[in-house]
């Protein structure tokens, strides 16, 4: 049974503060991980995907990969109010096989 | 491009009765998931097509849902009779032609109460 595991949180920081968010994925064949943020009563939008081991930036946002020890993070600077959500981590399987495999989320609160 | 596009939005019904759910994919996209949400469960995948055929039923918990893809723009998920704990958010999402690394563009959802 292929995996992927979050912490539910919620998961509560100060505005300004870094949010760090985890995802574990138990399918050593995955080749590539999605980042989705789902405001409360709204679909999931992707937030970044990451392929390749290591760091991958686009603004605030910074998605990590380590396939060695089968995480993949993202971390969110200077977190505002809005980014209050829940964060839902996605995985792909090897192939072409275009299922997700989903996380149940992170819940995110940013304290202003 | 309007997005993926699902009705109804809403959907109240009693156990026992029939109910359909609806999508249209973003044009040009070969792929359309649909997907069932709930706070215990979280998002679970229901079933998958691939080109109009479905690839992957194996998330459909049981013959009361039924899908169909008749063409490449319009998708149903049926459920037959309907239980109180189908009660639920539906999505659907539709991923494009090419390579099986790009992301999932998810509609609205149905909001589905059963009582």
């Known amino acids: 049974q292929k995996e992927v595991e979050q912490n539910s949180g919620p998961l509560s920081v100060p505005e300004g503060a870094i949010a760090s968010l985890n995802c574990t994925y138990s399918?050593?064949?995955?080749?590539?991980f999605f980042w989705y943020r789902q405001y409360s009563g709204k679909s999931p939008e992707l937030i970044m995907f990451i392929y390749s081991n290591g760091d991958k930036e686009d603004g605030r946002f910074t998605a990590q990969l380590n396939k060695a020890s089968q995480y993949v993070s993202l971390l969110i600077r200077d977190s505002q109010p809005s980014d209050s959500a829940t964060y839902l981590c996605?995985?792909?399987?090897?192939?072409?096989?275009?299922?997700?495999?989903w996380g149940l989320g992170t819940s995110l609160a940013v304290n202003p | 491009d309007a997005g993926v596009i699902q009705s109804p939005r809403h959907e109240v019904t009693e156990m026992g009765q029939e109910v359909t759910l609806r999508c249209k994919p973003i044009?040009?996209?070969?792929?359309l998931f649909w997907y069932r949400q709930t706070m215990m469960r979280g998002l679970e995948l229901l079933i998958y097509f691939n080109n109009n055929v479905p690839i992957d039923d194996s998330g459909m918990p049981e013959d009361r849902f039924s899908a169909k893809m008749p063409n490449a723009s319009f998708s149903t998920l049926k459920i037959q009779p309907s239980e109180p704990r189908d009660s639920a958010v539906y999505f659907c999402?539709?991923?494009?032609?090419?390579?099986?690394?790009?992301?999932?563009?998810f509609g609205q959802g149905t909001r589905l109460t059963v009582v």
């Open positions: 996605a995985v792909n399987g090897d192939g072409n096989n275009r299922k997700l495999i």
């Open positions: 399918d050593r064949g995955s080749q590539s």
């Open positions: 044009s040009g996209h070969n792929s």
């Open positions: 999402a539709s991923r494009p032609s090419g390579q099986a690394n790009t992301e999932a563009f």
